[in-house]
């Protein structure tokens, strides 16, 4: 009997060597593509977006949780990068810190052709499969990005953009952001405006991924009925198992599977465990519960890697993709569901979005109104004499205050 139990250590050894050989074997068929990674803006704040800096080299980058030779053993072969600019931005600056996040993701591609290779379609990450490349996507992290502008949206587009999260951790004028159900912000939109809904009519038409992460349960409920197109959670958990409410609450994920609509599961321990730890078999807890209830085409992987300060143990960077794919194999996951978390699920939704965009269509144009803008240094130029434009009350008491003081001072 002592001799059975010597090797039951042996056995364990085995069947895990068994496992991260069969996720190897995919992988290299069927490599990652992950909803959203911020090493831009690590970029941003390490190194002033100054990518020929020698301590900015992707290949031996040490302090971040993303580098070329982590990518490469963590088989990633398509990645949204975040371009994100925080939320004290809004009402200021966010247009400029955009644009500088998207450029650095260009220059990433071009200063590293060999490892990057920038894609705007689902046609561009298969052929970067192919070339052994990572297909290297933008996704806009934070609505106040587009600064309440369907001209600033069509731009972002053209300029590679191919999702928008509709809010970071702020509402916009036009939609309203997680902390609503927290309490610690008071819904304006309660979900989507007018202007929030012209937003996502535009994106469909664009052919711009709606992306759900950071959003109220209103906004992504509103989204997910008025969209045309499958949307995305690019990097969110299951509300069921961790009650952050950054995470998706079931019968959202009913909705999620209804709209063969997708949900990339985040590894931050707090959204992963609510604590400060968690481990690499509990953010395959959630992959288990999203597929349970929503079904296995809705399960993609949106780690976070380089935006958040704490990651699962055995998950600390993205060189261990593999061994949550092996950890998915012992649970009994079959190769075609492995293969649709990794890739094949959000291709899916990416061509069901080209589908349904529809460039001949005539884009949204209706301005948001005056009043819902702020920021005391905007102008009004083309409000003032558009057909449309009706000056709230207490404006227009204001500007007829202002003329009659003037004639009393004449």
């Known amino acids: 009997m002592q001799t059975v139990w010597w090797l039951w250590p042996l056995v364990a050894l085995c069947s895990g060597d068994q496992f991260r050989g069969e996720a190897e074997k995919i992988m290299r068929a069927t490599p990652v593509i992950d909803g959203h990674n911020d090493l831009p803006w690590q970029l941003l704040t390490l190194f002033n977006n100054q990518l020929r800096e020698k301590a900015a080299n992707l290949t031996s980058l040490a302090q971040t949780h993303t580098n070329i030779p982590k990518l490469r053993a963590g088989f990633v072969g398509a990645q949204f990068w975040s371009a994100y600019t925080p ?58 990005s587009i600064d309440s502008s369907l001209g600033v949206l069509r731009a972002l587009y053209h300029l590679g953009m191919r999702y928008l999260t509709l809010t970071h951790s702020c509402n916009t004028p036009w939609a309203d952001n ?59 958990s299951a509300y069921s198992l961790c009650r952050h409410q950054r995470n998706v609450p ?14 990339m599961v985040n590894f931050y321990n707090d959204y992963v465990s609510c604590q400060k730890e968690a481990t690499l078999s509990q953010v395959a807890d959630h992959l288990d519960h999203i597929k349970k209830v929503a079904g296995a085409g809705a399960v993609g992987f949106g780690g976070d890697y380089d935006g958040v300060s704490r990651l699962p143990s055995g998950l600390e960077d993205v060189s261990k993709y593999p061994d949550l794919v092996a950890e998915l194999l012992r649970r009994q996951w079959t190769e075609a569901e492995v293969r649709g978390a990794l890739a094949n699920n959000l291709l899916r939704v990416f061509e069901a979005v080209e589908q349904v965009s529809d460039h001949a269509q005539t884009p949204e144009e209706v301005p948001i109104p005056l009043g819902k803008l702020q920021g005391s240094c905007r102008t009004t130029y083309g409000y003032s004499e558009a057909p449309s434009f009706h000056p709230p009350p207490g404006a227009l008491l204001a500007s007829l205050s202002t003329v009659l003081l003037g004639l009393c001072l004449l």
């Open 87 to 144: 939320c004290d931005t809004q009402n200021k600056d966010a247009v400029r810190r955009i644009l500088e996040q998207i450029d650095v993701i260009h220059r990433m591609c071009q200063m590293y052709p060999e490892t990057f290779v920038c894609v705007t379609n689902s046609t561009g990450i298969r052929q970067a499969f192919q070339e052994g490349r990572v297909a290297s996507l933008i996704g806009v992290e934070g609505g106040h």
């Open 178 to 236: 997680w902390l609503v159900d927290t309490g610690e912000d008071q819904a304006q939109s309660q979900g989507l405006s007018d202007f929030g809904q012209s937003v996502v009519r535009e994106m469909n038409r664009l052919g711009v991924i709606i992306d759900l992460a950071h959003v109220s349960v209103a906004t992504m409920k509103a989204a997910l009925r008025l969209s045309k197109a499958p949307i995305i959670f690019s990097h969110s």
């Open 250 to 263: 079931d019968d959202v994920l009913q909705l999620v599977n209804q709209t063969g609509s997708l949900v």
